[in-house]
């Protein structure tokens, strides 16, 4: 069985209106607050006061902190609200340094470019829909519990963290009814997936976002439901094998240029070794700034982005990690 939806977006934009490319602004902080243990929110506004680009739930944005310190977050605000961006920030001391220097420089009145927004996580038409977060995974999953609201749709939200104290937005989705589930470990242990996902439901789309293990015990739980059900979105790229890596050629149409990659470069490197602009951000797999049309060839696909249907109609790759599964690639650059 396979489910096939349209991204639920008529009742929030004309999308002729959502942005087309890597659109670039300089916003404001006009608010901050720390709403749980670890957890900043940001407001973001223009500096000029004009309209935002408009977004769809799902959609994340860039905000670049020096020329090479880029970091996505997911928009948690509402897409009605064309006035201003919300996110929401989770210290993570032992990462690589963006969300401490959120946590630690970023105050109201600090300026701060903005790109996007972008949307590899869009929430497509259902009658029902459940909706699985772990910690700060759950800031897609907030628009979107807005969307299913107006849609008229059934849903339900199971919201898990490490403790209430670590859980952001527990009075707004409290306010929601008893459709949010609150999970805290501390108190609960782990969510019991079984009890959500052992059953298929057909006609019922699954969210979920948070860290990797919440993700991969879904994703098994979740293997008996009907194609296209199971949607994610993930943190960090995963683990790949690269030792049987070889070489391939890339010819890049719109120069007429082709280049060698070797079994040790990624296409990104080589593409801008040889001059030619990609927008790149997390260079990892997981943000999508890089995402490439393929004119000829197959990809081997290594990016969290793409969902399994996307990898295997082979339309786009991510060229900062995917490599080619043919002696040759055709790219659109």
């Given at each position: 069985?396979?489910?096939?939806?349209?991204?639920?977006?008529?009742?929030?934009?004309?999308?002729?209106?959502?942005?087309?490319?890597?659109?670039?602004?300089?916003?404001?902080?006009?608010?901050?607050?720390?709403?749980?243990?670890?957890?900043?929110?940001?407001?973001?506004?223009?500096?000029?006061?004009?309209?935002?680009?408009?977004?769809?739930?799902?959609?994340?944005?860039?905000?670049?902190?020096?020329?090479?310190?880029?970091?996505?977050?997911?928009?948690?605000?509402?897409?009605?609200?064309?006035?201003?961006?919300?996110?929401?920030?989770?210290?993570?001391?032992?990462?690589?340094?963006?969300?401490?220097?959120?946590?630690?420089?970023l105050s109201v009145g600090s300026r701060i470019e903005v790109r996007g927004p972008r949307n590899h996580f869009p929430l497509h038409q259902s009658p029902r829909?459940?909706?699985?977060?772990?910690?700060?995974?759950?800031?897609?999953?907030?628009?979107?519990?807005?969307?299913?609201?107006?849609?008229?749709?059934?849903?339900?939200?199971?919201?898990?963290?490490?403790?209430?104290?670590?859980?952001?937005?527990?009075?707004?989705?409290?306010?929601?009814?008893?459709?949010?589930?609150?999970?805290?470990?501390?108190?609960?242990?782990?969510?019991?997936?079984?009890?959500?996902?052992?059953?298929?439901?057909?006609?019922?789309?699954?969210?979920?976002?948070?860290?990797?293990?919440?993700?991969?015990?879904?994703?098994?739980?979740?293997?008996?439901?009907?194609?296209?059900?199971?949607?994610?979105?993930?943190?960090?790229?995963?683990?790949?094998?690269?030792?049987?890596?070889?070489?391939?050629?890339?010819?890049?149409?719109?120069?007429?240029?082709?280049?060698?990659?070797?079994?040790?470069?990624?296409?990104?490197?080589?593409?801008?070794?040889?001059?030619?602009?990609?927008?790149?951000?997390?260079?990892?797999?997981?943000?999508?700034?890089?995402?490439?049309?393929?004119?000829?060839?197959?990809?081997?696909?290594?990016?969290?982005?793409?969902?399994?249907?996307?990898?295997?109609?082979?339309?786009?790759?991510?060229?900062?990690?995917?490599?080619?599964?043919?002696?040759?690639?055709?790219?659109?650059?």
């Amino acid at each position: 069985m396979t489910m096939v939806s349209e991204p639920l977006q008529s009742q929030f934009v004309d999308p002729g209106d959502l942005p087309v490319g890597d659109a670039s602004l300089l916003a404001v902080v006009a608010g901050r607050r720390e709403c749980a243990r670890g957890v900043v929110e940001l407001v973001l506004e223009s500096v000029d006061g004009v309209d935002l680009p408009a977004w769809e739930p799902g959609a994340h944005i860039d905000l670049v902190l020096e020329d090479d310190l880029i970091r996505q977050y997911s928009l948690c605000g509402d897409p009605l609200d064309r006035r201003s961006y919300r996110v929401a920030v989770l210290l993570e001391p032992e990462g690589r340094g963006g969300s401490r220097r959120i946590h630690e420089q970023l105050s109201v009145g600090s300026r701060i470019e903005v790109r996007g927004p972008r949307n590899h996580f869009p929430l497509h038409q259902s009658p029902r829909y459940l909706f699985i977060a772990g910690g700060i995974g759950v800031t897609p999953m907030l628009p979107m519990v807005g969307a299913a609201e107006r849609a008229g749709a059934d849903w339900r939200l199971v919201y898990g963290g490490r403790s209430e104290e670590t859980m952001a937005y527990l009075d707004e989705l409290g306010a929601l009814g008893d459709r949010v589930t609150f999970w805290p470990a501390d108190s609960k242990g782990l969510i019991d997936l079984e009890k959500f996902l052992g059953t298929p439901a057909e006609g019922t789309l699954v969210y979920s976002c948070g860290p990797e293990p919440l993700l991969a015990a879904v994703e098994a739980r979740c293997a008996s439901w009907p194609a296209g059900a199971l949607n994610l979105e993930r943190f960090s790229a995963v683990e790949i094998d690269t030792s049987a890596d070889t070489g391939f050629d890339v010819e890049l149409r719109q120069t007429g240029t082709t280049l060698h990659v070797n079994e040790d470069q990624t296409i990104l490197e080589v593409v801008t070794g040889a001059g030619v602009y990609v927008s790149t951000s997390c260079t990892e797999g997981t943000c999508g700034s890089c995402e490439t049309p393929i004119l000829e060839g197959r990809a081997e696909h290594r990016d969290v982005v793409l969902s399994p249907e996307e990898q295997e109609e082979g339309k786009t790759m991510m060229i900062c990690v995917s490599r080619a599964a043919c002696p040759k690639l055709v790219l659109d650059l």
